[in-house]
């Protein structure tokens, strides 16, 4: 059967998302709040905000209006953390009770800490899924190979969802435990900036690694304690996405931990540019501290980027603590 779903966000992942999913010959739906952006791909096929040199598929039709979305099968949220609330609101008033909705943000609400499915379910009233790898937009919307990972406590939207988004390029595992894939997806944040500030301060690569070996560990336990499953740190939504974080220069919180390392204090207002992670290593930080959990990853990057203690000491404490 053919599916009606809709895209939030013509940003570059909600663009790439609407390129794979266009793959599998369902109609596409792609909100943008610019309009010109929507006349671009209805007339041209383009985005050239994002992708200047990529032609999207022709079952791809932008859209300004939520309204067209009330027969949806699936909506993806390609959306900031920041939005996902006021979004979902809107969208509950349009959709039906079918509609399945899936969040592709990875980070906690900033006044309840509570996570992007948390949110939309206490809003629709029926499971939400989450979707978490290590998914490098500009990669998945030219079709080359990805992989990522789906959770959901509702088999059967695991197995829409699944079939909607799965390609011979694109891999998708499917699993129940929401909350270590979600917390995956957030605190391999805070991973991606310890990463950073080390490259910043110019550590030797066995220093590195073997601190990146302690914070992969201690994230099996945050998630354990969180009630997530250790298992879970394995699969694309963990292990994957936190390399990808950690080691490439797309990442924004990677780059923003090289930044501290330099001693370069980053000034978020002005720049214009979000840095999930440092939001993220607060409330980290306050879970810890709250469910007793030791953590020298999250000390490190909250005294580096959130009380700005130098780097170096704050490494040689974290050093010592191995």
């Known amino acids: 059967m053919k599916l009606k779903i809709g895209v939030i966000g013509a940003g570059s992942m909600g663009t790439a998302i609407s390129q794979t999913l266009s793959e599998n010959d369902n109609q596409i739906l792609l909100y943008a709040r610019d309009k010109d952006v929507c006349d671009e791909i209805n007339l041209k096929h383009y985005n050239t905000k994002y992708y200047p040199n990529i032609k999207l598929n022709d079952n791809i039709r932008g ?69 978490s790898g290590p998914n490098i937009a500009s990669e998945m ?34 699993n129940n435990d929401i909350i270590g894939t979600e917390f995956c997806g957030v605190i391999k944040n805070v991973l991606a900036i310890s990463q950073g500030i080390c490259e910043g301060l110019n550590i030797n690569d066995n220093a590195r690694f073997a601190l990146f070996t302690k914070s992969y560990l201690e994230t099996k336990d945050i998630i354990e304690v969180l009630g997530g499953k250790r298992d879970t740190v394995d699969d694309y939504c963990g292990f994957g996405d936190i390399i990808t974080a950690s080691t490439l220069s797309v990442s924004r919180n990677h780059t923003l931990g090289v930044l501290y390392g330099q001693g370069i204090v980053v000034d978020e207002k002005s720049s214009g540019i979000l840095f999930e992670g440092k ?44």
């Not at 990853?297 to 780097?311: G, R, S």
């Open 63 to 131: 859209i300004n209006d939520f309204n067209e979305l009330k027969n949806a099968n699936i909506i993806f949220l390609c959306i900031p953390s920041s939005t996902m609330r006021e979004i979902t609101v809107e969208l509950n008033k349009i959709i039906s009770d079918e509609c399945i909705l899936v969040t592709t943000a990875k980070g906690l609400e900033s006044n309840t800490n509570k996570s992007m499915t948390e949110i939309i379910e206490e809003i629709i009233k029926r499971p939400a899924v989450a979707l």
């Open 279 to 322: 939001k993220t290593t607060k409330i980290i930080k306050g879970m810890c501290e709250e469910l007793n959990i030791n953590s020298l990853t999250v000390d490190f990057v909250y005294e580096v980027i959130v009380e700005k203690q130098n780097p170096k000491i704050a490494f040689e404490k974290f050093w010592d603590g191995l």
């Open 141 to 174: 919307v030219k079709h080359l190979s990805t992989a990522t990972t789906i959770a959901c406590s509702d088999e059967n939207y695991l197995k829409i969802v699944k079939e909607a988004l799965e390609t011979k390029k694109f891999k998708v595992n499917a």
